[in-house]
């Protein structure tokens, strides 16, 4: 999936009339009215950029059959996949609005901001050389300079990393975009299995471990860390990590079901059933005992309950998929306090 950014998307057009007439307005309209929250300045910039890499623009009204928590973008056909905010229900809001793309199970982490994907996006279709390279790094740059054309060039010429494949030349393009921009991470997995590739398993673990430290919260990057480690035998491990992802999102752990059922069982689950008929349980399980001994605050319960549906969901134990949870998570969220959070899951063209 995103692993592959540099196969050239071919866009229905690429002229420059295509950008100033994208009716990118509904979706500053859905942050600010619905969602509650401030729109990025750089939100055409990114709807533009996205486009031009051969995505279609997606109306953020059009919600159904993806994560309640999302905003779309744009829609990958060929990936069958979408790209979307993630509005999470006790987001601050000075904290920006990270940007996700779907999969089988749910969701995968692709950028913290909209600022540092533009500019990463700047930096790879500049690489590719596309048509309309320059005039999209002059439009993001009205907005306050982010990206001088060519700035990439001086890693490649520096001699420091071998230049002889377009695989070396990618992944000097990951070490610019996590030297420059910001962190990603799909860069670091990139790197850490280049560094196993060449035998270097201490440094390809200290990647990897790293990207688990600056994107906690995810799952996918504990995942990959417990594929690594079992790549490398080291078994015992690869289950305490593994069982240390299952305390993540269950939907952010993997791209396909496949692989969230090996992580399942990595964990020493016997089935990936069991832990969803677990979930499924848990979000109607009121905890009394829990509120009238141990003193638990009761409007934890629904918020608590609503994150157990949202499991339940990626493991497959609810008929009908995120769709079928949308009104009782919604109710869960108006319960446990967060009216806004549930009007926005609400929200949803039929």
């Not at 740059?141 to 890693?155: C, F, I, P, R, T």
């Amino acid at each position: 999936m995103f692993l592959s950014r540099f196969t050239k998307a071919i866009p229905r057009k690429t002229n420059k009339q295509l950008f100033s007439t994208l009716p990118v307005k509904a979706h500053s309209t859905f942050l600010t009215d619905v969602a509650k929250f401030t729109v990025p300045t750089r939100i055409n910039s990114l709807i533009e950029l996205l486009v031009l890499r051969g995505e279609e623009l997606v109306n953020p009204y059009d919600r159904a059959g993806i994560n309640p928590f999302l905003i779309p973008l744009t829609y990958n056909a060929q990936e069958k996949s979408y790209t979307c905010y993630i509005r999470w229900p006790t987001q601050r809001s000075e904290m920006d609005l990270q940007i996700v793309q779907t999969n089988e199970v749910g969701v995968r982490l692709i950028s913290l901001n909209t600022d540092q994907y533009c500019h990463r996006l700047l930096v790879e279709n500049e690489f590719q050389g596309h048509t309309n390279r320059n005039h999209m790094i002059e439009k993001v740059n009205a907005d306050g300079m982010l990206y001088k054309s060519g700035d990439y060039q001086g890693l490649i010429n520096s001699g420091k990393f071998p230049t002889n494949t377009p695989e070396e030349l990618a992944l000097i393009i990951d070490r610019y975009i996590l030297t420059k921009i910001g962190q990603f991470p799909d860069c670091y997995e990139r790197l850490s299995l280049d560094f196993l590739t060449k035998q270097k398993e201490t440094s390809s673990l200290v990647t990897c471990e790293r990207a688990i430290s600056l994107f906690y919260g995810w799952g996918h990057p504990m995942n990959f860390h417990t594929k690594l480690i079992t790549q490398l035998g080291r078994h015992h491990e690869a289950k305490e990590s593994a069982k240390s992802s299952m305390g993540m999102p269950k939907w952010t752990l993997a791209s396909t079901f496949q692989e969230l059922e090996i992580a399942v069982q990595t964990a020493g689950f016997t089935n990936i059933k069991i832990v969803g008929d677990m979930h499924k349980f848990r979000a109607n399980d009121p905890r009394t005992k829990d509120i009238e001994e141990e003193g638990l605050n009761p409007i934890q319960v629904p918020l608590d309950q609503a994150a157990h549906l949202m499991d339940a969901v990626a493991l497959r134990s609810i008929d009908g998929g995120w769709d079928a949870i949308r009104n009782d998570l919604a109710a869960r969220y108006r319960a446990g306090g967060y009216p806004d959070m549930a009007t926005f899951i609400d929200c949803v063209k039929q």
